[in-house]
């Protein structure tokens, strides 16, 4: 199992001919999920600092 969503992310790239079967899915539609998905989801998390950067770094 995936520790993140970046993992998961990953993984699909990797791995995602079990999706293009039966034409559920396009090689397209895939490729636009996953762009949205890191660029609307992932990234932005990724530049924020988490609650406990705050703590270690910010915090006096």
């Known amino acids: 199992m995936p520790g993140s969503l970046e993992e998961a ?5 990797a791995d995602h ?3 293009l079967r039966g034409d559920v899915f396009t090689k397209d539609v895939l490729e636009e999920w996953l ?3 890191k660029n609307k989801e992932l990234n ?4 924020r600092p988490t609650p406990h ?3 270690l770094y910010y915090d006096i």
């Open 9 to 13: 992310l990953s993984a699909i790239e």
């Open 53 to 55: 950067e705050f703590f």
């Open 35 to 37: 762009d949205f998905k």
């Open 17 to 19: 001919d079990y999706l």
């Open 44 to 47: 932005p998390v990724r530049m």
